[in-house]
């Protein structure tokens, strides 16, 4: 079992930057490709970026790219966001996740483990 808490989410203006952090319990994030969703009102949950466990390989979406960075530091069993250049159009609750397989998916159903996600508002 692994649990992930996230945190550093909070209310910026928009072009502001804002970094979450995702904590997993102590040595259970071992080997897990860990990513970030994130979900709208009203909206599905949607991919955000992911990271394999020797950080060498990362995914984003499309719309993130050039503006997200995802990282990890195994030492920690933390995975972080780097989020710059925010928009109204990303405030969303961002949920970290621990796949179940070793390559990276954006699909959501193959992340086993989740986080309770944290709040991230943007306004203009």
């Known amino acids: 079992q692994v649990q992930l808490v996230e945190s550093g989410g909070g209310l910026v203006q928009a072009g502001d930057s804002l970094r979450l952090s995702c904590a997993a319990s102590?040595?259970?994030?071992?080997?897990?490709?860990m990513g970030w969703f994130r979900q709208a009102p009203g909206k599905e949950r949607e991919f955000v970026a992911a990271?394999?466990?020797?950080?060498?390989?990362?995914s984003y979406a499309d719309s993130m790219k050039g503006r997200f960075t995802i990282s990890r530091d195994n030492s920690k069993n933390t995975v972080y966001l780097q989020m710059s250049s925010l928009k109204p159009e990303d405030t969303a609750v961002y949920y970290c996740?621990?796949?179940?397989?070793?390559?990276?998916?954006?699909?959501?159903?193959?992340?086993?483990?989740w986080g309770q996600g944290t709040q991230v508002t943007v306004f203009s």
């Open positions: 990271i394999t466990w020797t950080g060498l390989s990362t």
């Open positions: 102590s040595g259970s994030s071992s080997g897990y490709v």
């Open positions: 996740a621990a796949s179940a397989y070793a390559l990276i998916y954006d699909d959501v159903t193959t992340y086993k483990f």
